[in-house]
């Protein structure tokens, strides 16, 4: 029982229905000739686990494991899926690429030795490699077949990672550079931190346009939350993604957020505060190239005018004319 992937359960259903190729999405991927039947004997195996026992012996290079059944049928469907689990090695022909150990591991493929011998009830299946870098993958992934057989579907609706041993080998060396550790502020220093994740679906996009609204308040001794969004999402254009790409942001203060651009003097006054905790970060974001504009209207509603706003902040006729205006534009709306 090797390498299968994904089954159709509801959720990933949903996701066929959008035209995405089962089980695969990574890699470039899609459907072979084998596919349907493929899938229909790994369902048939998570359906009928609790039928299957597994035995797993690591090897100084991989794995040794016997896996079989004393249900003639679900013998025999072992016995196919290994099968043409081998040739998937062999010819490497991915599947399951959305797992992350499993997309690793294909991306080793012609790297790895594998061997098996049908049995009465199953089949006994040795895997190998010459490079102890794959060895670790292999003997991973003969974990995770077994908690396939332990828990059924539960288990296959899982990601699962590279194992942390493998990672710190001379393979991902040369990446150390490039950790999510480093990746954390990318544009705005030490505000709305980020995850770099290279290979997540939708990346972000160059030339992309983000209009901003924010309409709340928050407590005005304290920086304002959705700011700090603002510069996660600058951040997140920046470095988060497989590479940096440059992204147009429109911030749009109005409602509740409208006096967060007030300067310290009239902000202290109104708030019986020191100072207007949002303008160092309002500042970097203005630094970074992220348009700021308060509403107008909302600013004289307040007893306020563009004389009382810091003067990196401009001032809109309104809030619905800077909103129309950005929209048509082509900035997407983003609500905080």
Not at 290 to 299: A, D, I, R, Y
Request: charged share 25%.
């Amino acid at each position: 029982m090797s390498l299968p992937w994904l089954p159709a359960a509801d959720a990933q259903q949903n996701q066929d229905r959008r035209g995405r190729g089962f089980g695969f999405g990574r890699g470039g991927h899609g459907r072979d000739a084998r596919h349907d039947a493929d899938r229909e004997v790994f369902q048939f195996l998570l359906t009928n686990h609790d039928k299957i026992t597994r035995r797993v012996r690591e090897l100084p290079d991989g794995v040794e494991t016997l896996t079989e059944s004393d249900d003639e049928e679900v013998a025999s469907q072992i016995k196919d899926h290994v099968e043409w689990m081998q040739h998937r090695i062999e010819d490497v022909n991915p599947i399951r690429m959305r797992d992350p150990l499993f997309a690793e591991i294909f991306q080793h493929a012609d790297e790895i030795t594998m061997v098996h011998v049908e049995t009465e009830k199953g089949v006994r299946v040795t895997e190998t490699s010459d490079d102890p870098y794959v060895a670790k993958l292999i003997q991973a992934h003969a974990k995770v077949v077994s908690q396939f057989v332990e828990n059924g579907f539960a288990e296959a609706m899982k990601n699962h990672s590279v194992p942390d041993d493998a990672v710190d080998s001379p393979r991902t060396v040369e990446d150390a550079s490039d950790t999510q550790e480093e990746k954390r502020f990318p544009l705005i220093d030490g505000h709305g931190s980020v995850v770099r994740l290279p290979d997540a679906i939708h990346q972000p996009r160059s030339g992309a346009k983000l209009m901003v609204d924010i309409t709340s308040g928050s407590d005005p001794a304290k920086l304002h939350p959705a700011i700090q969004y603002v510069a996660k999402f600058a951040n997140i254009y920046a470095g988060a993604g497989k590479e940096p790409v440059d992204a147009k942001i429109a911030v749009v203060l109005h409602g509740g957020g409208t006096l967060t651009v007030l300067n310290d003097e009239a902000y202290a006054k109104k708030f019986n505060v020191d100072a207007n905790p949002n303008l160092e970060l309002l500042h970097l974001l203005h630094e970074a190239g992220v348009e700021l504009c308060v509403c107008g209207q909302s600013l004289n509603a307040a007893g306020y005018d563009s004389m009382d706003t810091v003067v990196f902040v401009d001032t809109a006729v309104s809030a619905l004319t800077a909103v129309v205006n950005l929209q048509a534009d082509g900035f997407s709306y983003v609500p905080l």
